[in-house]
């Protein structure tokens, strides 16, 4: 052996050794410190298991999850117009997408999936927070717009997950014109009468909740997230005084009357599907038995 | 007193000049000034050209923001008659930001609704500079219904740096009051028209603004995000703001392109504070002209018109 193996050897193992635990596998809670087990995060839909903190969710597993089986089909959507103000800030915009694309696997941040929910048929959309922050741009509006005339061609309530930070700003004012074109198609829901349930998770703020995250025709939310018109910095930085602590978090939304519950990520499915049903006067599928019961007839 | 944005800086200098002549005349220090006034006031119109030939973006977003420009008080006491002005939600409180009410306008009953910026500190605090609260959206939306009921159109006159970011704002539905607005703009059976005055400051604006023709004055801008709070979030650098004026595409003639907007009133030269008059017949022309367009139209049919323009905005540019 020489002095190369002797010193340099050891530190080229370490450098290896890292690589072969990636960071990712143990997830700190970000309330209470505690290292959870990725595989445990994941098998209980990334909530943590003993503080019951909600984490982000993957879109996909959103979809994944709701679903019977997990069986979904996507929906297309139409292309939209790529980068229109040519939109350049410290960084090219077509360069952020292009990381977006890449780090997500998705087109934008809208997933869409049509399948059943205990055998019935609804759209779901997914928001993907990972895609420049849930913002709504073009591509993100045209997909919710879709899946809502989806819905309504197939007589399909429509369920939303929202997460975003609002617009997208690299879109400039035709981020904003999806607001009107999104209520524009809630109108569609609302003339065929179908659900719209709105499911706010952390966070949904600005532009997305001052349109279509708003007016849905039920509103849960995940527990502690932050829901809001303007962000908590933005405020700060008006008022110049320190926020409410749980200020715009789900419980004070419930508690100011603009969600109808706080439903943990464990009962979101079972709920849903409820409201759906019920809602849509349709019955239960459950096969469950029952004792024959005499009913008495009223005497005529 | 005139007041002069930075850029106008070589105007301000001559018409001071010329001011100064006008008052030794008058004092008879001086003999026979009419000739060099004259030569000024040329001078000066030229200047004014030059300038207002070639505004940037930024220059246009404090054009739009001045406080000699023409508010909603002046539109609707030059083109309403009969004019009522309506106050509160019937939920909570009135909100001063903005204002509304019915009226006639060229003979013809009309709701009119907007934002009111005020154009003296006490009013500029009552109305708090444009900035409405869920109130405000409330309002409008109770306005909205009404003018339905009564089948009568809705003018929208938009100039607000956006809605209020405040505690008590989120605490009562900011974000739901702006939606349901939205929402009311995009169910009424009525025609409605929409002029952006001012600034048009994204959600507090869209709230409002969600018509069959959406009208622009030539200096007004219509954007996502101020052009400060676009500076502040993308380049981290509020001193930003110029480029972020720039980039965002805010300008008038930028949105007709987009096929955004349906229409631009021309201004005078020097922006619409130099003669609030002229620009306040023109737009009532061009609101007149854009309801004569959509007169004869059944309910379903003006509903179903609003929804198309705004279902295909931005699938073809």
């Known amino acids: 052996m020489n002095w190369l193996t002797n010193v340099v050897r050891p530190k080229i193992k370490s450098l290896l050794a890292k690589r072969e635990t990636p960071d990712n ?3 700190k809670c970000p309330e209470t410190g505690e290292m ?3 595989r445990d995060l994941e098998a209980n839909q990334f909530v943590i298991p003993s503080s ?11 979809l994944e999850v709701l679903f019977d089986g997990a069986r979904y089909e996507t929906i297309a959507v139409p292309p939209s117009p790529v980068d229109p103000l040519k939109f350049r800030d410290e960084r090219r915009y077509t360069d952020r997408l292009k990381d977006a694309k890449a780090k997500t696997g998705n087109e934008d941040a809208v997933l869409l999936g049509i399948g059943q929910l205990d055998d019935m048929t609804v759209v779901a959309a997914v928001q993907d927070f990972d895609f420049m922050g849930g913002s709504l741009g073009m591509a993100a509006g045209e997909a919710i717009v879709t899946g809502m005339l989806a819905a309504v061609e197939r007589r399909a309530p429509f369920i939303l997950f929202a997460a975003s930070g609002g617009a997208r700003m690299q879109e400039g004012i035709l981020s904003l014109m999806q607001m009107p074109r999104t209520t524009a198609a809630i109108q569609a829901l609302r003339e065929a009468r179908l659900p719209y349930l709105v499911v706010l998770t952390n966070p949904t703020t600005g532009g997305v909740t001052a349109s279509y995250a708003m007016l849905g025709d039920v509103h849960l939310a995940e527990p502690g997230a932050l829901i809001g018109f303007a962000g908590p910095r933005v405020i700060e ?3 110049r005084e320190k926020l409410p602590d749980g200020f715009q978090r789900s419980e004070y939304l419930l508690e100011h009357g603009m969600v109808d519950m706080v439903v943990q990520r464990q009962d979101l499915r079972a709920t849903l599907s409820r409201l759906c049903h019920v809602l849509t006067k349709t019955p239960k599928v459950e096969v469950v038995e029952l004792e024959p019961v005499e009913v008495e007839q009223p005497a005529a | 007193m005139r007041s002069y944005l930075e850029f106008e800086k070589p105007v301000a200098d001559l018409e001071g000049q010329i001011q100064e002549l006008r008052v030794l005349a008058e004092r008879g220090e001086a003999v026979d000034v009419t000739e060099e006034i004259g030569r000024l006031e040329t001078k000066a119109s030229q200047a004014l050209q030059e300038i207002y030939q070639k505004l940037t973006p930024w220059q246009k977003t404090q054009i739009a923001r001045h406080p000699d420009r023409p508010h909603f008080v002046d539109y609707v006491a030059r083109l309403i008659e009969d004019f009522t002005p309506l106050s509160g939600d019937r939920k909570f409180a009135e909100d001063a930001a903005i204002l509304g009410g019915f009226g006639r306008f060229r003979g013809q009953s009309v709701a009119v609704i907007g934002h009111e910026k005020g154009s003296d500190t006490a009013s500029r605090i009552r109305h708090n500079f444009g900035m409405a609260r869920p109130e405000g959206y409330r309002k409008a939306v109770r306005l909205m219904e009404l003018a339905d009921r009564f089948d009568v159109p809705v003018i929208s006159l938009v100039d607000t740096a956006g809605a209020y970011p405040g505690i008590g704002a989120e ?5 739901e009051a702006i939606a349901r607005s939205t929402e009311a703009c995009l169910n009424i059976g009525v025609p409605n028209v929409a002029l952006i005055i001012g600034e048009g400051g994204s959600g507090g604006a869209i709230a409002i603004a969600t018509a069959n023709r959406v009208l622009m004055l030539e200096h007004a801008i219509y954007s996502v995000i101020s052009p400060e709070g676009a500076a502040s979030i993308l380049w981290r650098d509020p001193a930003r703001a110029q480029d972020a004026a720039t980039n965002m595409k805010i300008t008038a003639q930028d949105l007709i392109r987009f096929k955004v907007i349906d229409g631009v009133i021309p201004e005078p030269l020097g922006g619409a504070h130099r ?3 002229a620009v306040i017949d023109a737009a009532g022309a061009a609101i007149a002209e854009a309801f004569a367009g959509m007169a004869g139209l059944s ?4 509903r179903r018109q609003r929804r198309e323009k705004f279902l295909a905005i931005g699938r073809v540019l």
Not at chain 2, 171 to 175: C, I, P
Not at chain 2, 299 to 302: A, S
């Open chain 1, 25 to 27: 596998l143990w997830i």
């Open chain 2, 275 to 277: 003669a609030p008059e």
């Open chain 1, 237 to 239: 930085q008006t008022i």
């Open chain 1, 52 to 62: 019951g903190y909600h984490m982000r969710m993957p879109a996909r597993r959103r």
């Open chain 2, 171 to 175: 605490e009562r539905g900011q974000a």
């Open chain 1, 36 to 38: 959870v087990f990725h």
């Open chain 2, 299 to 302: 309910r379903e049919e003006v």
